[in-house]
């Protein structure tokens, strides 16, 4: 299995930073809407926004510099968003 990272509490692909990644063979969205409190579905997965890893080797939000960015990585807010999306297909 592929290294994953947590993001903010979320885990994506270490690699892509990706919930889902079709090259590492890795789905992190079950995991991540448990973490979350949500019921799992066959929803979209998250996009992460540009990162990178800083000096102290945490992913943080290129544009605010931040591990903990409540607008870049508000990753419950977009589960939300996903799930409710997925349970209208």
Sequence with gaps: MAASV???DTCFC???FAEVCEECNVDFREENDAFYGFDSR???A???PPASVNNDGVVVCNEHD???CGQCFNW???IARKSRDA???
Excluded: G, P, V, Y
């Design 6 to 8: 947590e993001i903010n």
């Design 14 to 16: 270490q690699e892509h």
């Design 42 to 44: 066959d929803r979209d």
């Design 46 to 48: 998250l996009t992460c």
């Design 66 to 68: 931040s591990a903990t």
């Design 76 to 78: 419950k807010r977009q």
């Design 87 to 89: 349970a209208k297909r």
